[in-house]
């Protein structure tokens, strides 16, 4: 059961490519829509270098990501992803799949950061399962 919940997930997450991140620190609580791309359930974030989230994210790493899948129509249920983790900046990484269309890989490295985001807890809800319907991965 839980191989075939982790593959749910990463699923869900290779399907979708945008998010919204969010994390804490002594300035408050601090959100960016970000462009992400999984590896296994690791998440690699592009956030721009002018966020607030690319200054706390060192001192205060912890963080959660919010992956809403695109309604049709405004009654249809609401499906969305929940992830839970800790983000560190990479140095060394590819920009392939990560930059907006036309970006430049040159001059991205002055623009960007990107955040790995190792998970902690991934909850999934679905309500075309019913309301409150949650699957969880605990991952420690």
Not at 64 to 70: A, E, G, R, T
Not at 108 to 134: C, H, Q, S, T
Request: charged fraction near 25%; charge should be neutral; include cysteine.
């Amino acid at each position: 059961m839980l191989n075939i919940l982790r593959e749910r997930m990463r699923n869900f997450l290779s399907t979708n490519r945008v998010g919204v991140l969010t994390g804490s620190g002594t300035e408050g609580t601090w959100t960016m829509p970000v462009r992400y791309r999984v590896k296994n359930l690791e998440l690699d974030c592009l956030v721009p270098r002018w966020a607030d989230i690319a200054y706390y994210v060192e001192p205060y790493p912890e963080v959660l990501m919010v992956v809403l899948v695109v309604l049709p129509s405004p009654g249809d249920p609401l499906c969305w992803l929940q992830y839970k983790g800790s983000a560190r900046p990479l140095t060394n990484h590819d920009w392939k799949g990560l930059l907006p269309t036309g970006a430049s890989e040159n001059l991205a490295k002055d623009m960007y950061l990107v955040l790995r985001v190792v998970p902690e807890r991934i909850d999934l809800f679905d309500e075309n399962r019913g309301w409150g319907a949650r699957e969880t991965l605990e991952i420690r």
